[in-house]
């Protein structure tokens, strides 16, 4: 599965758009990246998917760009609630048999 | 999407005694479920992949007979620890991907404290 590489942390503000970055070189071609989201003792909740291009929904929007080999969850305007760790997952589980693999994460802080 | 639901959320226990976690698909079937640890600011580590009808594999590192993983029915794993010790107090979390889709589904997590 592919390793992916994101920032430790990153600091924002209430209101303020948050962009994380992840980076994934070695992304094979079945694979789809998924982002998560975990708030302290509690498991991972699924944010948004993609395989290429652009996804958005009612929370975020994901930017892929055409080599695949990176993408940026975009979340706008960011609350107190949103701090928490952010993972960006790569690989093609569709068989069910296969897990996705955790990287260190991006722990995100929101400030008043 | 689909649930999946861990029991006990948490629990305390004795060094030696063994402790047994449920990991259930509510509203599907997975033919394999997944266990995950998580120590505190570390991220999740894949433990072990539990079958059903099969025998678990375990990753690198993972002592099988510590970490007895049983898969009876299509939406039911567990993992017990076996004769836990204060290093196995960890966050216990299960997951789950519904067969062809890409998306994989987290459990709520079971925080094991052992004395």
């Known amino acids: 599965l592919a390793k992916t590489t994101q920032p430790i942390s990153m600091d924002s503000y209430e209101g303020q758009e948050v962009n994380i970055t992840c980076s994934h070189n070695?992304?094979?071609?079945?694979?789809?990246i998924t982002w998560y989201q975990q708030f302290p003792s509690q498991g991972p909740r699924f944010i948004i998917q993609g395989y290429k291009t652009k996804v958005t929904n009612e929370v975020a929007s994901l930017f892929i760009p055409a080599d695949r080999k990176s993408s940026t969850l975009s979340l706008p305007r960011v609350s107190l609630s949103d701090t928490a760790v952010y993972y960006c997952l790569v690989g093609d589980i569709r068989t069910g048999r296969r897990a996705l693999t955790f990287g260190s994460g991006t722990r995100l802080q929101v400030q008043p | 999407g689909a649930v999946v639901s861990q029991h006990p959320s948490w629990v305390i226990c004795k060094s030696g005694t063994s402790v047994k976690i449920e990991c259930r698909s509510l509203d599907f079937q997975a033919t394999t479920m997944f266990w995950y640890r998580q120590f505190p600011k570390q991220s999740l580590m894949l433990m072990a992949t539990s079958n059903e009808g099969s025998k678990a594999t375990y990753e690198q590192g993972v002592e099988k007979d510590k970490f007895l993983i049983n898969h009876a029915s299509l939406t039911l794993s567990t993992l017990t620890v076996t004769s836990a010790h204060p290093e196995d107090s960890s966050f216990y979390i299960c997951?789950?991907?519904?067969?062809?889709?890409?998306?994989?589904?987290f459990g709520p997590g079971t925080r094991l404290l052992v004395l």
């Open positions: 070695n992304i094979a071609t079945n694979d789809y």
């Open positions: 997951s789950a991907n519904l067969a062809g889709s890409e998306t994989q589904y």
